[in-house]
């Protein structure tokens, strides 16, 4: 599905290119290996893309999973095979940097439900041949993490040294310390909750629903019919968007300054940077994700809940578990605001854990983890250097 594209110079695919033959690393479960769901499901056969970065050592002690977060993917820290851009997270990841492929073997993997060759909405049903659109089962961060677990299997891992991930990508970090504690020495979850707000399932309602009123999205069969719902999904990021900013860095960064010109059209062209700006982030993104992925996902970080399975007691959730943690938020983000980050703490030191705790003061809203904060830089490095001295992993180049 899909043709070859030039971005920047170089030869790229459709996104629609990606999802049954994505150029990635591949997993393939047939139907003697189906994933259980939670709404009851058994999905067989499937598949999970992912992407390798370093050598995994002899004593196999030295993985890091890093989970992707809503609009993210597995090309955490390679050109992206779409847009041809470099990987989401290459502030982190890389030689000599916090997450350092020289001494660590980094994995990730494009969650279930998502877009980019792992099993999702829009992938062929290979009971129909055709796209699973909504006949595709609804997935939670749970079957996403227990998918994950089926693959760090698949590549002969008992124990990783490390999970780390923000947002959704924080979410499945505290699912699999919850779901697997004895298979993570070590945990980074960075600007996230143990559940969803009311407030954040009323933004992914927007923009669901935003995607639903596209007449392109023809019920979710939009690939049958030759049709994309473009606009639906462009308005739900740019909806989305704001919310990963805040006031203070979109005043910084647009203010109320104009684009391209010095008075108004007193029309509804896009008079304002910000205007513009909100354009660009809505056309360039339906360009490497799916609409109906887009539905999953956000209905997946909607049902997160981890204390629900323990009587409503978090606490009761990390009771015992030997996982080393570090918890980080940033001062302007409102989305997953620090209060939220602090119960997850006290839930993990009411049930025993290993926790430390970072509050850093940044301007730059939700999205802070992904960008160049040094103060945040800094103590995902400390934090895994120290776990690694714990763990007994010998430093590069001794």
């Known amino acids: ?20 033959r994505p150029s990635s690393l591949l997993a393939v479960f047939g139907k003697d290996q189906p994933l259980r769901l939670d709404c009851g499901i058994d999905l067989a056969p499937f598949q999970i893309a992912y992407q390798t970065y370093g050598t995994l050592n002899a004593e196999r002690s030295n993985a890091i999973l890093v989970c992707h977060a809503l609009t993210g993917d597995q090309h955490v820290a390679n050109v992206h095979p779409v847009t041809g851009k470099q990987g989401w997270w290459t502030t982190l990841v890389g030689p000599g940097l916090a997450l350092d492929t020289e001494r660590y073997f980094i994995i990730c993997a494009n969650v279930i439900g998502g877009c980019m060759g792992s099993t999702g909405p829009a992938s062929t049903n290979p009971d129909t041949g055709k796209p699973w ?12 993490v227990r998918a994950q677990a089926m693959l760090i299997d698949r590549l002969g891992i008992e124990t990783l040294f490390a999970v780390v991930g923000g947002s959704m990508g924080g979410m499945q970090v ?29 933004f992914h309602e ?4 935003a995607v639903m009123a596209d007449p392109d999205w023809q019920q979710g069969r939009y690939f049958e019919r030759g049709t994309h719902p473009h606009r639906g999904l462009g308005v739900a990021r740019m909806a989305a968007h704001i919310t990963y900013l805040s006031d203070a860095a979109l005043h910084r960064k647009f203010g109320r300054r104009m684009q391209d010109r010095d008075l108004p059209t007193f029309s509804f ?3 304002f940077q910000v205007e513009s700006y909100l354009r660009h982030q809505g056309s360039s993104f339906v360009e490497r994700f799916d609409a109906n992925s887009y539905l999953y996902l956000t209905r997946a970080m909607d049902y997160f809940d981890v204390a629900a399975d323990h009587d409503g ?6 009771r015992g578990t030997g996982t080393r943690f570090c918890v980080v938020s940033f001062t302007s983000d409102w989305l997953f605001p620090t ?5 997850t703490v006290h839930a993990l030191n009411a049930g025993g854990a290993r926790v430390s705790f970072a509050e850093i ?8 983890f992904l960008l160049d904060v040094p103060e945040f830089i800094d103590i995902a490095h400390a934090f895994l250097q120290s776990a690694a001295t714990a763990r007994g992993l010998t430093p590069p180049g001794t």
């Open 1 to 20: 599905m899909g043709n070859a594209q030039l971005v920047n110079g170089q030869t790229t695919q459709t996104q629609e290119g990606e999802v049954d």
């Open 133 to 144: 659109g909504l006949d595709f089962p609804v997935v939670t961060i749970p079957d996403m």
């Open 174 to 202: 505290l699912q699999w310390c919850v779901a697997y504690p004895k298979r993570v020495f070590s945990a980074l979850p960075i600007a996230c909750s143990t559940r969803h707000s009311a407030q954040n399932i009323a």
């Open 206 to 209: 927007l923009g669901r629903q």
């Open 269 to 271: 062209d896009a008079d």
């Open 313 to 318: 007691v978090l606490a009761s959730a990390f």
């Open 339 to 343: 209060s939220e980050s602090r119960a």
């Open 361 to 368: 003061e940044t301007d730059r809203g939700h999205d802070a």
